[in-house]
């Protein structure tokens, strides 16, 4: 049972370049969240999705795009890297909005923008 | 958009010493869930909130949803190694499908 799975764990960007982050659930869960984590400062929403071909802005969505073409795939799109976007990045999916068991996160791929 | 704040930002405490945190927001929150995150790792639930004055334990956790719906506290009672990390609360003020609200964490250090 892998839960939510990110790929890479790192990753190091040069101020220009594109990258996507992957992000793949084995839960057959309709919603799909990406945040992002910067030091002492939460979690803020990028992007979310409540299900397959349907995604919405969260509260920090600039410089980023996602897709959602089958339920268990939501990868995030970084078209020119900006040192900005330095940050852990978490993926997350749950079954239903307000669910007793909470979102469940996958471990984070740290991107650096140099 | 919506704002949690979330206290003390840090703790350092002994071994066996009970802790507490809370958090208060901006607006009314229909949820509150709170977190704990470890180094290298996404937060893992520890304890769901969905009614106002509603009290929760998780073993020695323990959380309540504010009967206002625009706080929460986290207690643990006597703190152990292991419970070394960072406690987010999050929330939500409408049906949840627009994401989670989290708080600046609060980051829980344990001297033996």
């Known amino acids: 049972n892998a839960g939510v799975t990110q790929t890479p764990k790192f990753r190091i960007l040069k101020i220009g370049q594109s990258m996507t982050l992957q992000c793949t659930q084995d839960?057959?869960?309709?919603?799909m969240y990406w945040y992002r984590q910067d030091p002492g400062m939460g979690l803020k929403l990028i992007y979310y999705?409540?299900?397959?071909?349907?995604?919405d802005k969260g509260e920090v969505p600039n410089g980023y795009n996602v897709s959602r073409s089958t339920t268990e795939d939501f990868p995030l799109r970084l078209e020119l890297a900006a040192p900005s976007q330095t940050s852990v990045y978490f993926c997350?999916?749950?079954?239903?909005?307000?669910?007793?068991?909470?979102?469940?996160f996958g471990s984070g791929t740290r991107l650096t923008v140099v | 958009g919506q704002q949690l704040n979330q206290s003390p930002q840090s703790m350092f405490i002994q071994e066996g010493e009970d802790v507490s945190m809370n958090c208060t927001s901006s607006?009314?929150?229909?949820?509150w869930l709170w977190y704990k995150q470890e180094p290298g790792e996404g937060p893992v639930l520890l304890i769901a909130?969905?009614?106002?004055?509603e009290l929760t334990s998780n073993g020695r956790l323990t959380a309540q949803f504010g009967i206002t719906r625009k706080d929460s506290f986290l207690n643990i009672s006597a703190s152990i190694p292991s419970d070394v990390g960072i406690y987010f609360c999050?929330?939500?003020?409408?049906?949840?499908?627009?994401?989670?609200?989290f708080g600046k964490g609060t980051h829980l250090i344990i001297q033996p």
């Open positions: 997350a999916s749950s079954y239903i909005p307000n669910s007793p068991s909470g979102y469940t």
């Open positions: 839960m057959n869960h309709n919603y």
């Open positions: 999705s409540v299900g397959a071909g349907i995604t």
């Open positions: 607006s009314i929150f229909n949820t």
């Open positions: 909130l969905y009614k106002a004055g």
């Open positions: 999050a929330g939500n003020s409408g049906g949840g499908a627009d994401g989670l609200t």
